[in-house]
């Protein structure tokens, strides 16, 4: 079945530091992939998608290319802020086959220090 | 739109006590979806459903949980009898058919069994 790998966690990081978070999938097909981040006590929210092979998404400063060779989907900030810190979320999903339910990874804490 | 709203926010109950948990999805979406969310297992499917109907149940726990959605504004999901491992923090999300699409999330009901 479908899977997705995140690197454990917490990630700390200094304020301006890069940011690399790391994400592989198992799927058959062709599904989409996406991030999302949850803040401390709030629900999850997109972060940004990508939906065919080599196409990248952005947002906010983040960014992470669907690399089709190598099932993966890494997540990178050039400079993260005290405000990023929160999960992370890798996800897949399929419509054909997959059910149209997304595939979420076990998620990565990060956080940032002044 | 309101986005995805979940009741309570907040719900403390004694074991044993029946619990329902509530959830409006967001108009025109046709996909509903229940999430647990705890430290020890993270974020697990529980249940979703398509135009109303239960497509996937298998991530319920047991026959203590149960889910409905009798229409397409409205899904509930209940425990009976409750139990202390059922803490948690629930979440609801919807989103429209399509493999590309964002999936909104509630804020999430923090259950509480002592």
């Known amino acids: 079945g479908d899977s997705v790998t995140q690197m454990e966690g917490p990630v700390t990081l200094s304020e301006e530091a890069f940011l690399t978070i790391n994400c592989t999938y198992t799927?058959?097909?062709?599904?989409?992939l996406f991030w999302y981040v949850q803040y401390p006590g709030e629900g999850l929210q997109l972060l940004l998608k990508a939906t065919k092979a080599d196409d990248k998404g952005s947002n906010k400063g983040f960014e992470a290319t669907y690399r089709k060779e190598t099932t993966s989907f890494h997540l990178e900030k050039g400079s993260v802020q005290v405000s990023d810190s929160a999960v992370y979320f890798c996800?897949?999903?399929?419509?054909?086959?997959?059910?149209?339910?997304?595939?979420f990874g076990t998620g990565t804490q990060l956080k940032v220090e002044l | 739109d309101a986005g995805v709203i979940q009741s309570p926010r907040h719900e403390v109950t004694e074991m044993g006590q029946e619990v329902t948990l509530r959830c409006k999805p967001i108009s025109g979406h046709d996909y509903l979806f229940w999430y647990r969310q705890t430290m020890m297992r993270g974020l697990e499917l529980l249940i979703y459903?398509?135009?109303?109907?239960?497509?996937?149940d298998s991530g319920m726990p047991e026959d203590r949980f149960s889910a409905k959605m009798p229409n397409a504004s409205f899904s509930t999901l209940k425990i009976q009898p409750s139990e202390p491992r059922d803490s948690a923090v629930y979440f609801c999300?919807?989103?429209?058919?399509?493999?590309?699409?964002?999936?909104?999330f509630g804020q999430g009901t923090r259950l509480t069994v002592v």
């Open positions: 799927a058959t097909g062709y599904p989409s």
């Open positions: 459903f398509n135009n109303n109907v239960p497509i996937d």
């Open positions: 996800a897949l999903r399929r419509l054909t086959g997959g059910g149209n339910k997304l595939t």
């Open positions: 999300a919807s989103n429209p058919t399509g493999q590309n699409t964002e999936a909104f």
